[in-house]
């Protein structure tokens, strides 16, 4: 059989990953056919990136690639929009397989690119989009598939990980551990994808696609970064037997489907809890079947390297499927549920003043909101400073907890804004 | 596109759950097709199933079905020759595709079914086998390819890890905590395939075969049961911070492939070591890309019919690829590196008179065959009665400590086999 043709538009880190890689003669045994790289587009051909890039044909337009002889595309430029969306739209137009890293422009595009590559009989496959090494799309796409999903959870994000693990390791606060992330490499220059958890949620709405077979809906989705997470609050959470993590969380209910990313306290010893540093893990609730836990590196070279070189491997042997495991036409659009509806107990902590009466305030607002309360601790320091008064409740809705909080936060008592974490089960 | 259709050997509580799973309609938009059962084997045709089978061809014969009208052949009667072997083979053979859970039949032969199945063009897939609902065979076949793995190490047998969890959690013995299982219905009246590490075998042969690419190979396999396992044991090993697992343990080392199924001290707050009760999981080390955890339910109804689900859709997508991942001519025998070269820190246990001199004489003998000490508890309990003295190593060859404790087994100050049980590390 004739090699597979590639061409790759991006050679950083992960295209780089994937050239390399692709020089291992065991994968032509796996494939049933050699790999062939015939056409590259990168911002700069005469970088040095330790491989012989002297037999390729380099051209500086990477939509020009959907132009070449190449079978498959790799798109590794990123972006939601741009050339990457136009490369991809033209590559699978003209007949070409695509497979792509970028989360992104599927979060975005993902129902309508799925549909331009079935139409044209060509995959679309992004297994390095989500969750770096972790063959998780295919287990989605392929494997959990006999009772469906109803929940997934995941730590998608290395960097809001590697931040929170140093904070817990370290005691230092947030700002303080970013910087040194940055300076290190965890973190971008820019970080704010990263922690703002817009990034977790671009790859929990391509989960929750392949989970539930929607449309990858990007609208319908709460995101609330780390930013706001106190060496305070991992301190309490510690001290109750939890783990603070930033999960991303799609969830089938009876009233519609809940995305949303959040930091979360999650119970210590339980699977999500011990994922440290920069490893990234998705559980999969799989009905009767029970659940499943998958953990790997969540990104870098070689993790990310690996999930295209499966891609491609896939594409070699002629398995193309469809992108989000169902025909694109059978994607139904996602019916959010009301995220107030949510039910959970919370993690609440209060900065109060040092005065009789405060705690008989707040207490008078969460009863009045029928949030019962589960556990407290009121801690002072020294005396005249704001005293932490700590709180897991119950499990209530998430409305009435912000109806409380609401009503508490006009109390002349209360300093600062109430910090609320929920309190994710195992 | 026509239906898929099926023909079941065995309708048992997986076999039966199959059935039940794939009358999910969505399965059919997954697939691009629907499917059909079209014949049945199975003990008792009028045994009451929890779904109509009056439908169904019934035959006596097992073998039979390959002569059927069925594209597949679901094997799910089990055994490692007889009716199963023969009816794997007749199906290939007719050209149709086989789908089997049957641990026992691959590890044997495994390599011979695969040429066949390549031979007649139709694939033979395995993903029950293994690790119940937990897609590993496909993640080691399909998606960890890029690299190669050097080491996979699971916990493969959840009647095992049952045991041993219950054991940890009540300080019961052995014995004790099996005749329960059995009450349960966790453990076979006859349990030897179980505890005796049999099964994990079985299941560690086949992993090690998608891994290294070798022929499956159940001769090269040092294998070692939980039956020796006591609670005091399991208490020395909370006391220095581990837990007792029967890992199935596959290694490529510079000399050969090491595979061994034998009780390990793995450090507790690790994957492997948290994972309770009956669930799975699988720890694969892919090179550069790191270190990869799958955790799952191992055994039971939906989980296994789950990944039989998973490659009956795969089948009727066309997805068939060669059994192991690339060509059974392919396959390489395995070459066995040594078991006594395999380096690894140890715990002994020793069951000593109180004397004196009998530390000195247990040191004397691990000092003359190069075993350093790490760390030493020793533990008194009644005056007269036996002390117990446990000794962590440093990292040494498992020859070195076999030849130590045949020495000390000698002395007359030492009461009782004493006990070896290597740390794994996470």
Known sequence: MKPLKIAMAGLGTVGGGVVKALANPELAERAGRGFEIVAVSARDARKARGFDTSKFTWTADAVALAKSDADVVVELIGGEDGVALALVEASLTAGKHVVTGNKALLAKHGARLAALAEKNGVALKF???????????????????????????GILNGTCNYILTQME???????????EAQRLGYAEADPKLDIGGGDTAHKLVLLASLAFGTVPDQKNIAVEGIDGITPMDIGFADEFGFRIKLLGIARRTAHGIDQ????????AGTPLADVDGVFNAVMANAGPAGRYFFEGRGAG?????????ADLVDIARGNFGPAFGRPAATLKPLVPSDPGAAISAYYLRFEVLDVPGVLAEIAGHLAEAQVSIGS??????????????VMITHETSQASVERALKAIATSDK????????????A
Chains 1, 2 share one sequence.
Do not use: H, N
């Open 169 to 179: 390791a370290t005691g230092r606060d947030f700002a303080d551990v970013l910087a």
């Open 301 to 309: 070279e070689a993790p990310t390297a690996l999930s295209v070189v």
């Open 414 to 425: 209360v300093r600062a804004r109430p910090c609320m974490i929920p309190m994710e089960a």
């Open 260 to 267: 949303r990313v959040q930091p979360s306290m999650v119970k």
């Open 376 to 389: 407290m601790v009121q801690r002072a320091r020294s005396p005249g400073e704001p005293v932490s008064i």
């Open 127 to 153: 297994e390095a989009a989500v969750a770096g090494g972790i063959p998780i799309v295919k287990a989605l796409r392929e494997s959990l598939v006999a009772y469906g999903v109803e929940t997934v959870r």
